[in-house]
């Protein structure tokens, strides 16, 4: 990668294709990467927990979470107060100051809530998961037209290694995943990328001051998207600086260091409880400080993203394919290492430094970034690098570029790259799905529909919230819902005395031990008949935080 820019040599074949043409290319790729991901889009059935708090925090008026402030414990809420959270009523529309006042309450910045909540307002009283999804798409959109720009200028408008770049991440399943999870990681993605491209055109140019309006616009953005972009601002800032002042620009970085101070300035006195969000405790900020204490912890978190990266290269169901990609290009390393001219490589690494810091700038910043994250991540998810992809794979593409030019003489052998890229979209086209389909979620709630005619009770600790977020799909079928907890489970048979409970009662008990309650499921069902003087019980399913029964 360090030495692409000045090794590229432009094909004539790339030479001959007009701009229009390149472009009617480009079209035509981001068109089938997107009817791909429409078709991933349409095989989604369920929620996850997070998606669920996407349109709650959006949506809902005022309310960050289902039974905040205790609004469920031990009364009767009916389908409308669940529906109510997940949509935009007619007197709510393009209620941001609600958006705001929630995400305050959250873990999040509200950027992305806002963009959501904009395209619910025009469908109220509705939840689709089209909503995000299509939101996703515009913002893939965006990524892609960013990644190839970036791409074109890293390898010299070599059109085969530009169109590889694209091919190989729009196509990966991390991409797709990234497109089909509705929640804010597209978004983060594109800003991050846009920003890459932007410093990238600055440190190239000789007209630097051009792009720091353009640069502080974008970090401020990003940092009102998802707080990871504060740890790849401060890396890509980082490096950008060390090279000017590599440079002698003296003046030029304190210009763009003044410049993104300002963005970081504006961005907390948008949004103040950022300080609280970060430092202020609870239980992933203290889970995220005891993972900075564990090395070990980190270099499994690592390993796991690295593994999650090369899967999602051929998709989730396909490891085996993914160990031979990797043992490929492990081979091929080696062979371009055997084969290199020692003393011309020696010389090429001298210089290099020189002429292609613009280039290690983007190394450096991705992979200490990816260090970060990999050190302080709640849980080695691969949604935590989603933002990274884009630029990780445009490394994938320059290293496999170097290793192929090492080996064959000939030049024309880099559409080798371009055909390795086709390879691994067809293998994620054919035999891959997205890991955000939720099946089993969707499997969940059509169990509960047998018990339409029922009500249900939750059992929870007092102002637990995600029993109720992660089933309000479910909990919206029913007639009623009446929550509370172990210790007041006497109150349940006072509330179903008014209540037709001929077809039994649906239970649902929150045992996660890391989040909330930690109950212990049969305990309570077997309090729960004695109680209410009901025989029987059928355990349901297990799903997330909770176990749902039966009780007749």
């Known amino acids: 990668m360090a030495v692409i820019r000045n090794a590229v040599a432009t094909n004539e074949k790339t030479k001959k294709i007009s701009k229009t043409g390149c472009s009617l290319i480009l079209i035509a790729i981001i068109i089938i990467q997107c009817a791909f991901i429409l078709y991933q889009g349409s095989t989604k059935k369920g929620y996850f927990f997070d ?57 999040h910045p509200p950027l992305y809530y806002f963009a959501l909540n904009i395209v619910c307002s025009f469908f109220s009283n509705t939840i689709s998961k089209w909503f995000g999804i299509a939101l996703n798409i515009l913002f893939f959109i965006v990524t892609q037209i960013f990644l190839f720009m970036l791409a074109s200028k890293v390898f010299n408008k070599n059109l ?116 609280e969000h970060l430092f202020g405790g609870g239980r992933v900020g203290n889970q995220t400080l005891e993972n900075a204490k564990s090395i070990s912890g980190m270099i499994n978190r690592a390993v796991t993203f690295i593994i999650s990266a090369f899967e999602g290269l051929t998709g989730h169901h396909t490891k085996k394919v993914a160990l031979i990609v990797a043992l490929i290009l492990i081979i091929l390393f080696v062979i371009a290492f055997i084969k290199a001219d020692k003393q011309s490589l020696k010389k090429s690494l001298k210089n290099t430094l020189k002429n292609n810091l613009n280039n290690y700038s983007i190394i450096i910043s991705v992979m200490l970034t990816f260090f970060v994250i990999s050190l302080v991540a709640y849980g080695a998810f691969s949604r935590y690098i989603y933002f ?29 790259v371009l055909a390795f890229s086709i390879m691994i979209t067809g293998f994620t086209y054919i035999f891959s799905k997205s890991e955000h389909l939720y099946e089993q979620v969707y499997d969940n709630q059509k169990i509960i529909t047998e018990y339409s005619d029922c009500y249900g009770i939750i059992v929870c600790k007092s102002r637990t919230t995600l029993v109720a977020i992660q089933e309000a799909m479910s909990l919206k079928q029913l007639k009623g819902v009446y929550t509370t907890s172990k210790e007041n489970i006497r109150s349940v048979k006072k509330a179903l005395r008014s209540k037709n409970t001929n077809n039994g009662i649906v239970v649902w008990i929150d045992t996660n031990k890391f989040w909330s309650s930690d109950y212990d499921a049969k305990e309570i069902i077997n309090n729960l008949k004695k109680e209410t003087g009901f025989k029987q019980s059928k355990e349901l399913y297990k799903y997330g935080v909770v176990e749902a029964y039966r009780v007749y």
């Open 388 to 416: 990274l992809y884009p630029v990780l794979t445009l490394l994938l593409v320059g290293f496999m570029y170097l290793c192929i030019t090492n080996i064959f003489d000939n030049k024309k052998y880099i559409a080798l």
């Open 51 to 107: 998606e669920i708090c996407s349109y709650g925090l959006s949506n809902s008026h005022n309310q960050p979470f289902l039974n905040s402030d205790n609004k469920m414990l031990n009364k009767w809420v009916d389908s409308s107060y669940f529906n109510d959270y997940l949509t935009v009523q007619d007197d709510e529309k393009f209620d941001f100051k609600s958006v705001y006042a929630n995400q305050v309450r959250d873990v």
């Open 160 to 275: 085969i290694l530009s169109f590889s770049t694209i091919i190989l991440y729009g196509s990966s399943m991390l991409a797709i995943d990234n497109a089909v999870f509705i929640r804010m990681y597209m978004l983060l993605t594109m800003f991050a990328i846009i920003s890459y491209y932007l410093h990238y055109c600055a440190l190239i140019s000789k007209k630097r001051l051009k792009y720091l309006p353009f640069i502080a616009v974008i970090t401020y953005l990003g940092c009102l998207t998802q707080y990871y972009f504060l740890v790849l601002s401060f890396f890509i800032a980082l490096t950008f600086c060390i090279i000017l002042l590599f440079r002698k620009e003296i003046k030029n970085c304190l210009i763009y260091g003044m410049t993104m101070l300002l963005s970081i300035v504006a961005f907390y006195f948008t949004y103040p409880a950022v300080v």
